[in-house]
């Protein structure tokens, strides 16, 4: 049974900037924790420029350890804004109305949080401008063959555009709250909205800014993880990188713990800010769905990756197969890795009473993160650790405190970020869903009544 | 909620200006399934003479042996062709109508009748079982074959199972789909006549009962998902053991991917084509822009993807600069199939992202078929490339990682190209057959839009509701 809010602009209005134009109780209490933990995290981040280096768990031969890991995981996880709002919004999936914009805050606020890994990960981080094109007192220019050269400039360029993507969403809104504030926030939002009126031409700029920016963002949405991948491939040097399907097998992968995250922040949507009335078990049934789809497309490119790294019949790559899958401690993780990213959550979604239940989708998806999380630590680690062929170069690896601390500091950041997010702006798209409002309408079909989109 | 249910035509989603009620639907669809044109004949033998040219010229490549691999490359690549192209075309029934698209309603049915071309593809992948050498040759194979472990000819034995299941699933697909419209035509058909029997025969008991709908409803979704799972098989298996392991140093993880995506991609061309001939020469003026539309953006973005999978596996072959991945890029690429390369790179990618960007030609409907034919021509070429290269590298041995010699460029000789004629002209042949015994529009998903669909006054529009049921 189909479920839908037909909830009036004005009831729009007041419930969805409730919570911006007022404190909800609990807000100070979470953000409170998560500034705690993100302040403990910077601190050890001072310890590590301090003391340097050392004082991870990184290593000869093992110099990408739990930074890199977190790189690519928040990196995957930002592409959860464009999968969901670009795609569903090219694709005129209704059901995206509600959770675009929270799915756009993930993408933005994942990709600083990647990019904090970097800082954390190079030791001199005031020598970043490295990689820029600057060679006045070096007389060198950046490698641009290189693709550490190549990550920047599609991280960089991703950002911009999602940046412009959320703002451009968020006109009407601010607006809205520009109609609706007092003060100084009235002013504030006077400003953003940029004489935003709501005329037929604003309207009309404002769709069609939002379906080009959709169709523009895609292929650097596809180009960022496909950089961020041949970071790996382009290497011969480390067994099990060297493989062509890692760029698509990146981006699927990234796709599943991006939803799979906007699933989770459906969940504490409706459970923080009571948003049950636009949130519906049907959102969740769709998305849910939806993910059975691309975990089953992710497992596809996975099973490839391995039958294709087992058919090489090369003694170091079965070596690295055996020792990421028979010895410990890899081989647990290994397990881990699979029960949570595909076996559990995907039965699960089958069925319907788990699908249209938040904390049934809440569940299943933190379950394929913490699979996605190490299966990028999976990927990275054990490579590098060379148990073949040589066994004076081998090496080992186990994350220091310092980088414990970094990693949790980054997912209490991305929290954090959200939370501000939407004490300023309105999480849910307001305009969105009054257009929904009116798109809507039901069909009879003999006893029963047919939900129905009125199509131009 | 909507008070009135008028249908007053507008020209969106198949929409025929006499289509109001089931019974004017029924009466003009199963007058065009009976009507016969005056050019069916002479197409039919024409289509006719293009198979016999194909079997005279199995029968010559037969007469030349199957050992040498080499002599095969042209039947491997045109089987390949068409395990892209017609057996893919089904996917646009399928897909769309798990993702509840109306607008495929018209042409579902002309995409499920080409699964009946698997049986082209079956009868053309006979020879090809001699072709192949057993695993006992020692190259790499996906069943890391062991003498007296594992069966010698696995590759064959499994493909052979995926290539019958897919033909025998593509054909409930058209049976199960079709099943309301064969008891249509029999309850129409004289009683002991010809049709009225075979009708009865094919419609089963099906009475059009609530319980008959819920079970064909059932039935075509999981056997449209087991048709899409097969032929994610088929191709993975094709591309790898018929295709793959024919090259040493060949080791490309995405590649049964890549295979799959051309699959899509031509998939989505043929049905354009097919609905561009439809609506042309046939009077199903009904197929109409937003068909060519839908399709026309799928096939845009698959252009895309098409350039992202080969760019993927390039650029690690290309950086990596290992010398065995050099001399794979040697073969395919940059040695003696180069032109093709070069083609197959414009047709497929480059002129697709140069015109389908623009909307008013994916709003056409010349446009989307100009374009699928540079689709289609594309990937035949692609194919001869990639399939004529591997089977004429002589030696497979998995002990040499690397081609010992890049063999020079593999002409066409005179069975090479009846058996391509036969190849392409026998799957039309079988289509057009079939046609007539197959309402070429279903017919009662025509009827089931009506139930679905209004147009109603909104504000100074009238604008169209379409209802999506659960």
């Known amino acids: 049974m189909q479920e839908y809010s037909y909830a009036s602009d004005k009831e729009i209005n007041k419930s969805l900037l409730k919570d911006v134009l007022g404190m909800p109780k609990w807000w100070l209490a979470a953000f409170g924790s998560l500034l705690l933990v993100w302040l403990t995290g910077m601190g050890a981040y001072g310890w590590e420029l301090n003391q340097g280096m050392g004082v991870t768990g990184v290593n000869r031969p093992v110099y990408w350890g739990f930074y890199i890991t977190n790189f690519v995981f928040w990196i995957g996880i930002s592409h959860a804004g464009i999968m969901v709002s670009a795609i569903l919004r090219l694709t005129q999936a209704e059901w995206r109305r509600p959770v675009t914009r929270a799915a756009e805050v993930l993408t933005l606020f994942s990709l600083i949080a990647a990019l904090t890994n970097i800082a954390f990960h190079v030791g001199r981080p005031w020598r970043l401008y490295w990689i820029g094109p600057y060679d006045f007192s070096r007389g060198i220019w950046p490698n641009i063959r290189s693709p550490f050269v190549w990550d920047p400039s599609a991280v960089g360029t991703y950002l911009i555009g999602s940046t412009l993507f959320v703002f451009i969403a968020l006109i009407p809104d601010l607006a809205a709250a520009r109609d609706r504030a007092t003060g100084f926030p009235r002013k504030i939002y006077a400003v953003l909205s940029l004489g935003f009126r709501g005329t037929p031409r604003q309207w009309k700029l404002q769709a069609v800014a939002g379906i080009l920016l959709s169709a523009l963002v895609l292929p650097v949405f596809v180009s960022v993880h496909s950089i961020v991948s041949w970071d790996f491939a382009v290497s011969i040097g480390v067994e099990g990188w060297h493989s062509t399907i890692f760029a698509p097998y990146f981006i699927i992968g990234a796709i599943h713990s991006g939803v799979s995250a906007v699933a989770m922040l459906m969940a504490l949507m409706v459970w923080l800010w009571k948003w049950d009335k636009y949130i519906t078990p049907d959102h969740f049934d769709s998305i849910g769905r939806l993910l059975i789809i691309v975990a089953t497309t992710w497992f596809f490119f996975f099973a490839l990756e391995w039958i294709f790294a087992l058919y090489t019949m090369e003694s170091a790559e079965i070596a690295l197969r055996e020792w990421q899958i028979f010895k410990n401690p890899m081989g647990p993780l290994f397990l881990v890795f699979m029960i949570t990213s595909y076996f559990i959550p995907v039965p699960a979604w089958l069925f319907k009473k788990v699908r249209r239940s938040p904390m049934g989708m809440f569940i299943t998806t933190i379950l394929v993160n913490v699979g996605m999380w190490l299966e990028r630590f999976l990927i990275i680690v054990p490579s590098l650790q060379r148990r073949s062929p040589l066994e004076f170069d081998w090496g080992s690896y186990a994350p220091s405190i310092v980088e414990i601390l970094l990693v949790t500091s980054t997912f209490a950041f991305v929290g954090m970020g959200v939370l501000l997010f939407a004490k300023v702006f309105p999480l849910v798209p307001i305009f969105d869903m009054k257009e929904g409002v009116r798109l809507r309408d039901e069909i009879q079909v003999g006893r029963r009544s047919v939900p129905a989109t009125i199509r131009e | ?470």
């Open chain 2, 1 to 470: 909620m909507s008070d009135h249910h008028n249908n007053q035509p507008l020209g969106f989603y198949a929409d025929n200006p006499e289509w109001t009620t089931p019974e004017s639907i029924n009466e003009e669809l199963v007058a065009r399934h009976e009507a016969k044109s005056k050019y069916f004949k002479p197409i039919l033998l024409a289509l006719g003479v293009g198979v016999i040219l194909g079997v005279i010229g199995l029968i010559l490549r037969l007469v030349d042996g199957v050992s040498d691999t080499s002599k095969w490359g042209y039947t491997a690549a045109v089987l390949a062709f068409l395990l892209t192209t017609a057996s893919a075309a089904p996917m646009v029934a399928i897909a769309p109508r798990i993702a509840k698209g109306h607008w495929r309603r018209i042409i579902s049915r002309p995409a499920e009748m080409w699964s009946a071309a698997g049986l082209i593809s079956l009868l053309l992948f006979i020879p090809m079982l001699w072709v192949l050498p057993s695993l006992e040759d020692g190259r790499r194979s996906l069943w890391f074959y062991h003498p007296g472990e594992v069966f010698a000819y696995s590759p064959h034995l499994w493909m052979t199972l995926s290539l019958v299941g897919l033909v025998i699933l593509g054909f409930a697909l058209l049976w199960i789909s079709a099943l309301p419209d064969f008891a249509l035509l029999r309850d129409r058909a004289e009683a002991g006549s010809k049709e009225r029997k075979r009708y009865t025969w094919l419609a089963r008991n099906w009475t059009g009962a609530t319980g008959d709908w819920i079970w064909q409803k059932h039935r075509l979704g999981i056997v449209g998902a087991l048709y899409f799972l097969m032929l994610i098989t088929v191709h993975f298996l094709f591309s790898v053991d018929f295709l793959m392991t024919l090259v040493p140093a060949w080791i490309d993880a995405l590649y049964p991917a890549t295979h799959a995506v051309h699959a899509l991609q031509a998939g989505a061309a043929t049905m354009i084509i097919t609905m561009f001939i439809l609506r042309r020469f046939c009077g199903y003026k009904e197929i109409g822009h937003d068909q060519f539309w839908g399709l026309g953006k799928l096939m845009f973005a698959l252009s895309l993807m098409w350039f992202w999978f080969w760019m993927s596996s390039f650029m690690v072959y290309w950086y990596g600069k290992r010398p065995n991945e050099q001399q794979v890029l040697e073969l395919f690429v940059k040695g003696p199939y180069l032109p093709l390369f070069y083609a197959n790179f414009i047709l497929v990618f480059v002129v697709p992202l140069f015109t389908m960007i623009w909307n008013f030609l994916r709003r056409s409907i010349w446009g989307p078929t100009l374009i699928s034919v540079s689709v289609l021509i594309g990937i035949f070429f692609d194919r001869i490339r990639v399939y004529v290269a591997a089977y004429s590298v002589s030696d497979q041995s998995a002990e040499f990682h690397g081609i010992k010699t890049i063999p020079p460029t593999v002409y066409p000789d005179v069975a090479d190209v009846f058996i391509v004629i036969g190849a392409i002209t026998a799957p039309i042949l079988v289509y057009m057959l079939i046609s007539r015994v197959v309402p070429i529009i279903n017919i009662w998903e025509q009827k089931e839009l009506l139930l679905y669909k209004l147009h109603k006054k909104y504000h100074r529009a009238t604008v169209m509701v379409l209802g999506k049921p659960e």
